[in-house]
């Protein structure tokens, strides 16, 4: 079975400032890989998603992940964040070819960016 | 277009009772999926229903059932609520079954007195 590790389960950090969050999985076939990001009291909103191709994905907001075959890892990062960024980041992982639809979720990391 | 709508948004319940939560996808999109969320689990798959019929199965017991229309829309059913229950219930959907890209509503709020 798929499993999602997100290391951090709250970064803080000042505004301005980067930030990476990490996400590892655990598979053995073809995966998606994707970053929501959920304000308080909001559904998920999807930041980006890797698929296949270039490991470097850009999404909104200025942020970006790179897919890491050999180390299965899907790292998110923003080189300069905003108070507005202060919310929580959800990795997830899919496995089309098994799994349909099912996204797996990591336990989720509480971003709070400080003035 | 309109995103996916979830109905009700909040919704107290004693335990014992049972609740369903209604679900309308983005139109145009067949496949449907439901999640749990609570502090201490984070967020759980329940089920994916694709053109009426379910697809996947989380690991819930059988208190947790849902079903699609032919109009997409899907309802999921908790019945002899436990406390435990009291999560963010999110519903998802998609244009296909192989997963591009989840469109999430805004979940309904379940609380189990």
């Known amino acids: 079975a798929q499993s999602v590790t997100q290391l951090d389960s709250q970064v803080p950090v000042f505004e301005e400032a980067p930030v990476e969050l990490r996400c590892n999985y655990s598979?053995?076939?073809?995966?998606?890989l994707f970053w929501y990001v959920q304000y308080p009291n909001q559904g998920l909103q999807l930041l980006l998603k890797?698929?296949?191709?270039?490991?470097l994905v850009k999404g909104i907001n200025g942020f970006e992940a790179e897919f890491n075959k050999s180390q299965t890892s899907f790292h998110l990062r923003k080189p300069s964040v905003h108070i507005s960024d202060t919310a929580e980041y959800f990795c997830?992982?899919?496995?089309?070819?098994?799994?349909?639809?099912?996204?797996?979720f990591g336990g989720g990391t509480r971003l709070m960016v400080k003035p | 277009k309109a995103g996916v709508t979830q109905t009700p948004r909040y919704l107290i319940k004693t335990r014992g009772q049972q609740v369903t939560l209604s679900c309308s996808p983005i139109?145009?999109?067949?496949?449907v999926s439901w999640y749990q969320q609570t502090p201490g689990q984070g967020l759980q798959f329940l089920f994916e229903?694709?053109?009426?019929?379910?697809?996947n199965k989380g690991n819930f017991p059988g208190r947790f059932s849902g079903r699609q229309f032919s109009n997409s829309r899907s309802e999921m059913n908790v019945s002899t609520l436990e406390l435990g229950d009291s999560a963010l219930y999110l519903c998802?959907?998609?244009?296909?079954?192989?997963?591009?890209?989840?469109?999430f509503g805004q979940g309904t709020r379940l609380t189990v007195v």
């Open positions: 998802a959907s998609s244009r296909h079954r192989q997963n591009t890209e989840a469109f």
């Open positions: 598979s053995s076939v073809s995966v998606y």
């Open positions: 890797y698929l296949s191709g270039s490991t």
């Open positions: 997830a992982v899919s496995e089309p070819d098994n799994a349909g639809n099912m996204l797996t």
């Open positions: 139109s145009g999109h067949r496949s």
């Open positions: 229903y694709f053109s009426e019929t379910q697809r």
